[in-house]
């Protein structure tokens, strides 16, 4: 039961944390900048990662990498980095794409 309580104190934690970045983006005019910056924290906190040798397990990504690369002896890092490296790609292509295809609508 830990484990699933433990996902909810981060989920709330990166909506408490998305809730604050509408806050202080607001008064950014570029709508892809103000997006990506509204889109890319939650996700990076969010995405899981497996914890190495437990393998039934999933953790947020940067925990797994700070955990792995900084307190573990011989601990692995690459796969939360690749993991991270990849959710971050994938979010500012969609969000470059998502605004590209909304300038495309708005100006026909």
């Known amino acids: 039961m830990a484990y699933i309580e433990a996902w909810i104190v981060v989920v ?13 983006t607001r008064e950014i ?11 890319l924290p939650p996700v990076l906190l969010l ?10 397990n999933f953790a947020p990504a940067f925990v797994v990498l700070v ?3 900084l307190f573990q002896r011989e601990g692995s890092p ?3 980095l690749i993991i991270l490296a990849t959710a971050a790609v994938l979010v500012v292509l969609l969000v ?13």
């Open 12 to 24: 709330v934690a990166a909506g408490l944390g998305t809730l604050g970045l509408v806050f202080l």
């Open 29 to 39: 005019q570029t709508d892809w900048l103000r997006l990506l910056l509204r889109v």
């Open 47 to 56: 995405v899981p990662a497996p914890i190495p040798q437990m393998s039934d």
């Open 67 to 69: 955990f792995e690369g």
């Open 78 to 80: 690459a796969g939360s």
């Open 96 to 108: 470059l794409l998502l605004s590209r295809r909304s300038k495309i609508s708005n100006s026909s």
